[in-house]
């Protein structure tokens, strides 16, 4: 079954730095677009950074400028690198990406979350 782990949250202070990083693995064929969400508590899922197939990235005006969405294809791995971290930053972080198998193309796929809790 092809699974999303997400990994890399943990506590920051603000304006330091966090790194997740979420790899697939499983039977893929192939992946299509990937993005970053967040969701605090008592808040709506919000999505925060795409990258496209071919690397083209977009980002919610909140962390631009701050973050950096990027994929490294061949290890089936997207990274989101948060600078100049801020309290507001505070969600569990959910990588969400259109994978291909041999039984079905470009379905959603969710990782579990990591929490990123950014103190001041």
């Known amino acids: 079954q092809v699974q999303l782990v997400e990994s890399g949250g943990g506590l920051g202070q603000a304006g330091g730095s966090l790194r997740l990083s979420c790899a697939a693995s499983?039977?893929?064929?192939?992946?299509?677009?990937i993005h970053w969400y967040r969701q605090a508590p008592g808040k709506q899922r919000e999505l925060v950074a795409k990258?496209?197939?071919?690397?083209?990235?977009t980002y919610t005006e909140s962390v631009k400028g701050r973050f950096t969405i990027s994929r490294d294809n061949a290890k089936n791995t997207v990274y989101l690198q948060m600078n100049n971290l801020k309290p507001e930053d505070t969600a569990v972080y959910y990588c969400?990406?259109?994978?291909?198998?041999?039984?079905?193309?470009?379905?959603?796929?969710w990782g579990q979350g990591t929490q990123v809790t950014v103190s001041s």
């Open positions: 969400n990406a259109m994978i291909s198998t041999f039984s079905y193309y470009l379905r959603d796929t």
């Open positions: 499983g039977s893929i064929v192939s992946i299509g677009a």
């Open positions: 990258v496209t197939t071919g690397g083209t990235t």
